[in-house]
């Protein structure tokens, strides 16, 4: 049940994302969003460990997972899918990343030999005609007028590197505290966008407005440090193949979330939802004549 209610929160404030990153990008480039973005991520998460900072021995025993997850999963992940969103459309991307979970339980497969079951795949198919439903308004034939370019092709590089990150989270992430891992996968980002901050054409931060640095607060503190961590922390209790499913709910939250920045809610949302949630539930449904795979947490 908690790790249900993690990966739900989490979900939200990744949704979140969407909405502030569209504040922030009317001011800065994308580097220079990702960079204030976990600056600001990173260092919430020190406050939230302030006495429990990991030691140097602590990250070297750990340096294989943490680089994996953080420089390609985390940071991997942020470059390519901000470079799709500038070229694709909102539909579109929200379409590919309702692949994640599909991606997350082969790579489940193949790198923790988890199995593949059948009410796993049954789960997948009604939840992705309920993010289907969604973004295509509830009218099917919206269909037919989708048209996938280069962004959609890097948001689907995106996905993948986000469904190697939840793989690695569930792998490397039960030698250190959920806290620790989710602080040093972060930094790694945070390292990452440092490093190509220089070409960003960065500008004075004094020209920023009211809005933009309220966006970036939002994004560090809800949209990375909180969301990052409960999703690693649900990731590490009930697997990666099973908390993949979870990422159909940002289409779900995008749709509620959008009232508050001036959008309506219509009744395909329910619909979608309703056909979302039956989905998870499905896939989260123990199978009581199988052998399941012990939690590592």
């Given at each position: 049940m908690?790790?249900t209610l993690?990966?739900i929160?989490?979900?939200?404030?990744?949704?979140?994302?969407?909405h502030?990153?569209?504040?922030?990008?009317?001011?800065?480039?994308?580097?220079?969003?990702?960079?204030?973005?976990?600056?600001?991520?990173?260092?919430?998460?020190?406050?939230?460990?302030?006495?429990?900072?990991?030691n140097?021995?602590l990250i070297?025993?750990?340096?294989?997972?943490?680089?994996?997850?953080?420089?390609?999963?985390?940071f991997?992940?942020?470059?390519?899918f901000?470079?799709?969103?500038?070229?694709?459309?909102?539909?579109?991307?929200?379409?590919?990343?309702?692949?994640?979970p599909?991606?997350?339980?082969?790579?489940?497969?193949k790198?923790?030999?988890?199995?593949?079951k059948?009410?796993q795949?049954?789960?997948?198919?009604i939840?992705?005609i309920g993010?289907?439903?969604?973004?295509?308004?509830?009218?099917?034939?919206?269909?037919?007028?989708?048209?996938?370019?280069?962004?959609?092709?890097?948001?689907?590089i995106?996905n993948?590197?986000?469904?190697?990150?939840?793989?690695?989270?569930?792998?490397?992430?039960?030698?250190?505290?959920?806290?620790?891992?989710?602080?040093?996968?972060?930094t790694?980002?945070?390292?990452?966008?440092?490093v190509?901050?220089?070409?960003?054409?960065?500008?004075?931060?004094?020209?920023h407005?009211?809005?933009?640095w309220?966006a970036?607060?939002?994004?560090?503190?809800?949209g990375?440090?909180?969301?990052?961590f409960?999703?690693?922390?649900?990731?590490?209790?009930t697997?990666?193949?099973?908390?993949?499913?979870?990422?159909?709910?940002?289409?779900?939250?995008?749709?509620?979330?959008?009232?508050?920045?001036?959008?309506?809610?219509?009744?395909?949302h329910?619909?979608?939802?309703?056909?979302?949630?039956?989905?998870?539930l499905?896939?989260?449904?123990?199978n009581?004549n199988?052998?399941?795979?012990?939690?590592?947490?």
């Open positions: 908690k790790a993690y990966l929160l989490a979900t939200i404030f990744l949704e979140l994302n969407f502030l990153a569209k504040i922030i990008l009317k001011e800065v480039g994308f580097i220079e969003a990702g960079f204030w973005r976990f600056l600001f991520g990173v260092g919430t998460l020190v406050l939230l460990g302030l006495n429990k900072i990991p140097l021995q070297a025993k750990n340096i294989k997972g943490i680089s994996l997850t953080g420089f390609i999963g985390l991997g992940f942020n470059i390519f901000f470079l799709g969103l500038m070229n694709s459309s909102a539909v579109n991307a929200a379409l590919i990343v309702s692949l994640n599909a991606l997350t339980i082969l790579f489940s497969h790198i923790l030999k988890t199995s593949i059948k009410k795949l049954l789960g997948i198919v939840a992705f993010v289907t439903y969604v973004i295509l308004n509830g009218k099917i034939t919206n269909f037919n007028n989708l048209q996938f370019n280069y962004g959609d092709i890097l948001i689907l995106a993948v590197f986000f469904a190697l990150h939840h793989v690695w989270v569930k792998k490397y992430g039960t030698t250190i505290s959920n806290l620790n891992f989710t602080l040093l996968t972060s790694c980002c945070l390292i990452g966008f440092l190509l901050l220089p070409i960003s054409g960065m500008t004075l931060v004094t020209t407005t009211y809005g933009y309220m970036v607060f939002g994004i560090g503190c809800l990375t440090a909180l969301a990052y409960l999703w690693q922390k649900g990731v590490q209790i697997g990666a193949d099973k908390a993949g499913i979870y990422m159909n709910i940002v289409p779900l939250s995008a749709a509620v979330l959008a009232i508050f920045f001036g959008e309506s809610l219509h009744t395909y329910l619909i979608g939802g309703l056909l979302i949630i039956i989905g998870m499905i896939t989260r449904k123990k009581t199988s052998k399941g795979h012990k939690p590592l947490s």
